[in-house]
């Protein structure tokens, strides 16, 4: 589908070292995806639906919380948790 690439030279280094990252859609469903990729999701999501963006599409706040919800995996320090939390109030405050 695309591919990535990045480039930066290290301090004190000469030359710029570059790496390719290739993106490729292999098929799967968005509910195969790993945990990390629905929560960057729901965050992509929220600043896309908060900023009244043409590119939201049909994404609402209810979209981005299930998306949260469903990539919460492991959250020792709760930031996922947190967020949920912030994108819940949001929602209430747009109610009013």
């Not at 290290?10 to 990252?21: H, Y």
């Not at 990390?36 to 049909?58: E, Q, R, T």
């Amino acid at each position: 589908m695309l591919t990535v690439r990045v480039g930066a030279k290290l301090p004190n280094a000469e030359e710029i070292r570059q790496w390719a990252f290739p993106l490729v859609d292999d098929g799967r469903a968005f509910a195969a995806a790993s945990d990390d990729f629905k929560f960057a999701a729901a965050v992509a999501g929220f600043g896309l639906v908060l900023s009244d963006s043409p590119h939201h599409g049909a994404t609402d706040l209810r979209d981005v919380m299930a998306w949260a919800q469903a990539g919460l995996g492991i959250d020792e320090p709760r930031h996922r948790r947190d967020f949920v939390s912030l994108v819940q109030r949001v929602d209430a405050l747009q109610a009013l």
